[in-house]
DNA sequence: GTGAAAGCGCTAACAC
DNA sequence: GTGTTAGCGCTTTCAC
């Protein structure tokens, strides 16, 4: 009769090895206190065997894991998908697991989230989804962090917070402001502003850039529509037909990231909407397909993958006595979608 | 002198509600045998306490834990991010933390991945990335799998594996077969395919089904050149200069997934080729910027993110006797990136 | 340098 | 219904 095959435990190691399950954990963590050769050899038989530790029972016995939490708001958004591929990287690298967990932008599930990744231990944890404005919002998450930390755990966070951790700092002010410069200085004065929540951090602090463009150049930003939807392509779209029932006059509309932008350009192209003959389109990010679009996406560049990749050494690092910061700078990217505005005669109302 | 802040513990909570800790459990995991006035004031308190299990004891003491494993091939690639939308879907409704692992298409890091899945006693795992042609390339991993089923381990794998578990099969051939019969409809003789590596199934049966299509056009397939390149936009680029460089009388080019296509597009956009005026591209998958694209891309549609769904249903199904297949429809979508070719005139070589 | 044994925080028999 | 207790598989003192 066969026997019923059963995972491996180290037990089972240190028997083929004869040797003591403790001298066969030391071996195969990599511990001190055995010899060389013997540590080898049980390094072998577990090869041999094709025994994988159970990391459960390595962190309860430890108190920590070989595996950090990585936050983001929403996989599917390519920011987030190059976030993550930095911090996977980095994660590979150190031997650690990433566990990736998405709280689609809602701060209930952010402190969900947050508590699984503390009570498992987690080694380290990196928040990459924006913060919210209203500091009301994570006093529960920021209260989960600091004892989390104080028990000696590390975190990371990507964007501004209130959350008093190290953080990488992209230049979302900046960003928007040098985007707006550019459709200004292309000649452009009937703008739209196409947004997601403002409740974001990332967003206002993008809006707010913006409006100081045009508080540089003398001009009223309350007077500039802003149209709020989803953060997402089809947010994009629906913020496209806003747009073109409420303010058909534009000449260039500036989406706060490039998802939305290219829902934008979906909607405009089969509007027959000529970009940017007729309306100049801006997104913000540079994510990987901006380039391929076509018209390829006029933007701001923020190095996302790097951007994850610096978040988790930050969060691996030896924390310090006051919060890193790190300073991400942005680049203008401009390509075909946007040009000068159409001639007056061209934009009179039908 | 403050206390220093700990991590909460089942027993904390014990205490706190005044009753025995196997009480608590018992309360918090809402197993039955405790009257529910009296679990919901254990509730009532672990929420008081911000109280989170530690699952790693959870699982150690359970032997299997609420979490499942996701092993992917890329997860920048689109089409693995809508697969693992679908999943984290399916566990997010069922209370499952989706582990997401990636193989970057490397055999032995999927067994390291697999490993990993089944020590950490993960109640099931779906294999997403492709299988392989060669068996021999998985042995190990059907060994792994076939212990961790026989410890009530549940599997379920997305495409052609030769792993005898229940398997969501997408219509690669059909799908194949559908693309290329549509550029042959069109007119195009002198094609070109663009292909990942042939040592993956998913490749393979595209492929199969490409040639397919030219048997029963009663073509010869084997005239027809096949450009090999990572399965990526990257790739595509690559492949993109290579048929420029070795097959310009090309009319059209037919890619085995979207990234490589949308990288393709690029390509001949930037050498001011008209697509589908003087080359016609196609690609395969569907993934949401493929409809946003200018030209819009034709290409065979598969539903990602359903399958992600359906792959994990079926883990969590009960196991059945024999292996369950779920076959999974493509849809020809034409747009606008291929078109007849252009007169024979137009394609002299110069 | 090596082994024995005490937990890590929880679940699941098993008693009451 | 509720409490007691023996593990789950591992790491880590502590002896030797």
């Given at each position: 009769?066969?026997?019923?095959?059963?995972?491996?435990r180290?037990?089972?190691?240190a028997?083929?090895?004869?040797?003591?399950?403790?001298?066969?954990s030391?071996s195969?963590?990599?511990?001190?206190g055995?010899?060389?050769?013997?540590?080898?050899?049980?390094?072998?038989?577990?090869?041999?065997?094709?025994?994988?530790?159970?990391?459960?029972?390595?962190?309860?016995?430890?108190?920590?894991?070989?595996s950090?939490?990585?936050?983001?708001?929403?996989?599917?958004?390519?920011?987030?998908?190059?976030?993550?591929?930095?911090?996977?990287?980095v994660?590979?690298?150190?031997?650690?697991?990433?566990?990736?967990?998405?709280?689609?932008?809602?701060?209930?599930?952010?402190?969900?989230?947050?508590?699984?990744?503390?009570?498992?231990?987690?080694?380290?944890?990196v928040?990459?989804?924006?913060?919210?404005?209203?500091?009301?919002?994570?006093?529960?998450?920021?209260?989960?962090?600091?004892?989390?930390?104080?028990?000696?755990?590390?975190v990371?966070?990507?964007?501004?917070?209130?959350?008093?951790?190290?953080?990488?700092?992209?230049?979302?002010?900046?960003?928007?402001?040098?985007?707006a410069?550019?459709?200004?200085?292309?000649?452009?004065?009937?703008?739209?502003?196409?947004?997601g929540?403002?409740?974001?951090?990332t967003?206002?602090d993008?809006?707010?850039?913006v409006?100081?463009a045009?508080?540089?150049?003398?001009?009223d930003?309350?007077t500039?529509?802003?149209?709020?939807?989803?953060f997402?392509?089809?947010?994009g779209?629906?913020?496209?037909?806003?747009?073109?029932?409420q303010?058909?006059?534009?000449?260039?509309?500036?989406?706060?990231?490039?998802?939305?932008?290219?829902?934008?350009?979906?909607?405009?192209?089969s509007?027959?909407?000529?970009?940017p003959?007729?309306?100049?389109?801006?997104?913000?990010?540079?994510?990987?397909?901006?380039?391929?679009?076509?018209?390829?996406?006029?933007?701001?560049?923020?190095?996302?993958?790097?951007?994850?990749?610096?978040?988790?050494?930050?969060?691996?690092?030896?924390p310090?006595?006051?919060?890193?910061?790190?300073?991400?700078?942005?680049?203008?990217?401009?390509?075909?979608?946007?040009?000068?505005?159409?001639?007056?005669?061209?934009?009179?109302?039908?």
């Amino acid at each position: 009769m066969a026997e019923r095959p059963r995972i491996l435990r180290l037990k089972d190691v240190a028997e083929h090895a004869g040797v003591s399950i403790a001298t066969a954990s030391r071996s195969l963590s990599g511990a001190s206190g055995v010899s060389e050769t013997l540590a080898e050899r049980v390094r072998e038989v577990a090869r041999q065997l094709g025994y994988t530790a159970n990391p459960h029972a390595r962190s309860l016995a430890a108190g920590t894991s070989r595996s950090v939490g990585l936050v983001v708001h929403e996989i599917g958004d390519p920011y987030f998908t190059e976030i993550a591929s930095g911090a996977l990287r980095v994660g590979a690298r150190e031997g650690l697991m990433v566990q990736i967990c998405h709280t689609g932008r809602d701060p209930r599930q952010q402190l969900a989230q947050v508590r699984t990744l503390v009570a498992s231990r987690v080694g380290a944890i990196v928040i990459a989804g924006s913060g919210f404005v209203d500091a009301r919002l994570q006093v529960a998450v920021k209260a989960e962090l600091q004892a989390y930390r104080a028990a000696g755990g590390r975190v990371a966070v990507i964007g501004r917070h209130h959350l008093g951790v190290d953080a990488v700092l992209p230049e979302n002010a900046a960003g928007g402001r040098a985007i707006a410069e550019h459709v200004l200085a292309q000649g452009h004065r009937r703008l739209a502003v196409v947004t997601g929540s403002r409740a974001l951090t990332t967003i206002a602090d993008r809006i707010g850039g913006v409006a100081a463009a045009f508080g540089a150049a003398g001009l009223d930003f309350a007077t500039v529509p802003q149209v709020e939807a989803e953060f997402t392509r089809a947010g994009g779209k629906v913020a496209a037909q806003t747009i073109l029932a409420q303010h058909p006059d534009v000449t260039a509309v500036l989406a706060l990231n490039d998802d939305m932008a290219i829902g934008i350009l979906s909607v405009f192209r089969s509007h027959g909407i000529a970009v940017p003959g007729r309306i100049s389109v801006a997104g913000f990010d540079d994510v990987a397909v901006a380039q391929d679009l076509a018209p390829s996406l006029t933007t701001v560049r923020l190095p996302m993958s790097e951007m994850g990749a610096l978040a988790l050494e930050l969060a691996l690092k030896e924390p310090s006595a006051r919060p890193r910061r790190r300073v991400i700078g942005h680049g203008l990217v401009v390509r075909d979608s946007t040009a000068p505005p159409p001639a007056a005669v061209a934009s009179e109302r039908p």
